[in-house]
């Protein structure tokens, strides 16, 4: 390096500098864009192959328009509806062809057997997309004009327009709370004021490349994006590349202690640094394209997304980062000063809280492990518990929404799948069976064909391609459990007409496929997942024994946070369950960012081991990296806990899922669990490697457990 122009060594730093930069107000603004090209209409996330899919295929041919319904509901403030409201409500709705954003006419009001309440049927223009709050709101207010009435507006139509609303200002309002929690988080750890902002700046970069790839893609159609995912990759992305950032800046701050010259020491930090943080990304991003093998749309579509997000945050972390050090030396961690790491010739000489931790792992490794291993198995055994079907449409809202309590209020009147009525495809000449099979279901309230008119009632039926469109009103609410069996009765029922060829779909049949292919995904990409991983770490750490030992503990981890989630979710949340994707979103994020904190501790273990022995390598490992990946696990629990603040149940319980299982992960598995069974099983856990083989003189290495603590 001595013989290196002056010049040479600074101009990569600075190209690469330069180049993030050019990154960065390049494509900085296509984090706000990804909105335009996001999916947020549930079917077009439905199981490919289902059955409820097949029928939303087929019955596009029966629809004159791709309209959404909204459905007004009028409820009596003083019992019975007269025959004044009932005129009023029926030239509002007639008033509403005209309306902006309306297609066709709206139905007549319809009175409820009760005489307590009016329906009508708004078809809106499925274009309308952010437009769609506004639109429904001129709805409710127009139907508010019916004197004596409260108005209400439910159905899809009211879905999407609160869904918009949800999602609107996810690029601003998410980022700004991720981004302050990050800072705030590391200037109070770190105490420095130039280290926080490169790695936040870091991830920024990270984020901006991200986007604009995804934005890119989403608009090609390669991928799919819908508000969800768009959270996710902000969160995922922000968060590995600090985490990324942490490990690799604090590897360079031992280095610099060292060495004293930064270019040297950059490049021994990101020797150091390399194969942990490329294992890392890999083991995330693999695990995310797992979920191709998904037959859930919004499954296959988190995937490729996720996995661009991880590579982008690798990017940065090994080339912006580094760079910045460089430039910056001693001052990125000013006012404080980095030391050279402490070297204890025996643990007991190390200090601080990781010392003590290290001391305690060393002196009782089997009673730590132990009990670490009592409190996971005691959270796990409430797993079973958590219920992972389809989440009413009470629960999707966090807070009071008003298609909810319009939905409840169209219940409470009319047949509880009012709305959401589930939808035949049949052979046109065995319509008169199909529809006598549907009526006589158990669950089913009325049945009829679609007739020429677009809606079902008396007339011959609408008949295209020799098929024909029935739909069936179900007596429970459709999101209901009661619902998802009469939609299996209703399947075995029509499916038995001889000739029929017979179809079940629409919204009901699709939560009941969603379900299923939810836990036939989770059959096959949970092993898919965990042969990816024990690979990337069999080779990392050329060993067999102790990859499937981190495996194993990471997969104990998963299944303690759902138990606890559990717990949470019913008990201090009120949710009757989760969304079906949730279990299987948990595990890959769980899994893959759990084995993530212990291949940072593991390769500094494997570093130290091979020059000092297994026992000395374990302490010296936790000690060198406990505060780092304890922090990076805040920070990343802190990130997805960001979450919330998008006010759909799924959001928070993934971001609770993820928080708790990373916190549970940093603070047990990989600083207790992990040391200790790897300080008591000592130099068998590098089995069949030349390490293994190696008995070191170092005290206690070679005999596992010490003798006070056999017992």
Not at 227 to 247: E, K, M, P, R
Not at 423 to 434: G, Y
Not at 476 to 484: H, I, N
């Amino acid at each position: 390096m001595k013989s290196t122009p002056s010049l040479l060594r600074w101009l990569i730093p600075a190209a690469l500098i330069v180049v993030w930069l050019a990154v960065g107000g390049a494509f900085g603004p296509y984090a706000g864009k990804i909105s335009e090209v996001a999916v947020n209409d549930q079917a077009s996330f439905l199981p490919e192959s289902a059955e409820s899919t097949r029928v939303i295929d087929e019955q596009k041919a029966f629809q004159t328009s791709e309209a959404v319904p909204a459905i007004v509901v009028w409820e009596a403030e003083d019992g019975t509806l007269d025959a004044r409201q009932r005129e009023q409500a029926g030239r509002v709705l007639a008033e509403l062809a005209d309306a902006p954003g309306v297609e066709g006419r709206p139905s007549p009001a319809l009175p409820s057997e009760d005489g307590e309440a009016l329906q009508g049927v708004v078809r809106l223009s499925p274009d309308l997309d952010d437009e769609f709050p506004e639109v429904v709101d001129s709805l409710r207010e127009a139907a508010g004009k019916v004197e004596g009435t409260t108005a209400h507006v439910a159905g899809p139509a009211a879905t999407q327009a609160d869904l918009s609303e949800a999602f609107a200002g996810i690029d601003g309002l998410l980022l700004a709370v991720a981004l302050t929690v990050v800072l705030l988080i590391l200037l109070l750890v770190y105490r420095s004021v130039l280290l926080p902002l490169a790695i936040i700046l870091g991830s920024v970069f990270a984020l901006s490349l991200a986007c604009a790839v995804v934005y890119f893609l989403a608009r090609e159609d390669v991928v799919r994006v819908d508000g969800q995912v768009q959270g996710i990759l902000f969160i995922l992305v922000i968060g590995a590349a600090t985490d990324y950032g942490l490990l690799l800046s604090a590897r360079f701050r031992e280095e610099l202690a060292v060495r004293g010259d930064r270019m040297a020491a950059g490049r021994a930090a990101l020797r150091r640094s390399l194969g942990a943080i490329t294992a890392s990304g890999a083991t995330v991003a693999l695990a995310l394209l797992a979920l191709l093998l998904s037959d859930l749309s919004n499954n296959q579509a988190l995937g490729p997304v996720g996995a661009i997000g991880i590579v982008c945050a690798m990017l940065a972390a090994l080339t912006f980062l580094p760079a910045v050090l460089v430039v910056l030396g001693r001052a990125a961690y000013w006012p404080a000063r980095p030391t050279p790491p402490a070297d204890p010739a025996e643990p007991e000489a190390a200090t601080g809280v990781w010392g003590k931790v290290a001391s305690l792992v060393d002196r009782s490794p089997r009673r730590v492990w132990a009990v670490s291993l009592v409190c996971l198995a005691v959270a796990a055994a409430f797993f079973p518990t958590l219920s992972s079907r389809s989440v009413p449409l009470s629960e999707i809202f966090v807070g009071e929404a008003q298609s909810v309590t319009a939905q409840e209020k169209l219940t409470e009147h009319f047949p509880g799948g009012s709305g959401n009525p589930a939808v035949i495809i049949a052979n046109a000449d065995r319509v008169a069976e199909v529809t006598a099979a549907a009526r006589g279901t158990e669950g089913v309230a009325a049945a009829a064909p679609v007739t020429s008119s677009g809606r079902p009632g008396v007339g011959e039926p609408l008949v295209v391609d020799g098929r024909v469109s029935v739909q069936a009103t179900l007596s429970g609410a459709s999101d209901s459990e009661g619902a998802l069996r009469t939609v299996e009765r209703l399947r075995e029922s029509v499916h038995a007409v001889d000739g029929a060829d017979a179809l079940v779909g629409g919204y009901t049949a699709q939560q009941l496929d969603t379900q299923d292919t939810a836990r036939e995904d989770r059959a096959l990409i949970i092993p898919v997942v965990l042969v990816v991983i024990l690979l990337i770490l069999m080779g990392l750490l050329r060993s067999l024994v102790l990859p499937v030992l981190l495996v194993a503990t990471v997969a104990l981890n998963f299944l303690a946070t759902l138990g606890i989630a559990a717990l949470v979710f019913e008990h201090l949340l009120g949710f009757s369950g989760t969304d079906p994707s949730i279990p299987l979103y948990g595990f890959v994020f769980l899994v893959a960012l759990g084995v993530d904190y212990n291949i940072f501790l593991m390769t500094r273990v494997r570093e130290e081991s091979l020059r000092h022995g297994t026992r000395l390598g374990v302490l010296k490992g936790l000690t060198a990296t406990g505060g780092v990946i304890t922090s990076a696990g805040v920070v990343l629990a802190a990130t997805f806990a960001a979450l919330v603040v998008i006010p759909l149940s799924f959001m928070v319980q993934i971001a609770f899922i993820v928080a708790f299982g990373v916190l549970l992960d940093t603070i047990v598995v990989r600083s207790l669990l992990v040391p200790a069974l790897t300080r008591d099983i000592g130099p068998a856990v590098w089995w069949p490697s030349a390490l293994w083989r190696r008995r070191d003189t170092a005290r206690g290495d070679h005999e596992g457990a010490r003798p006070a603590d056999a017992g």
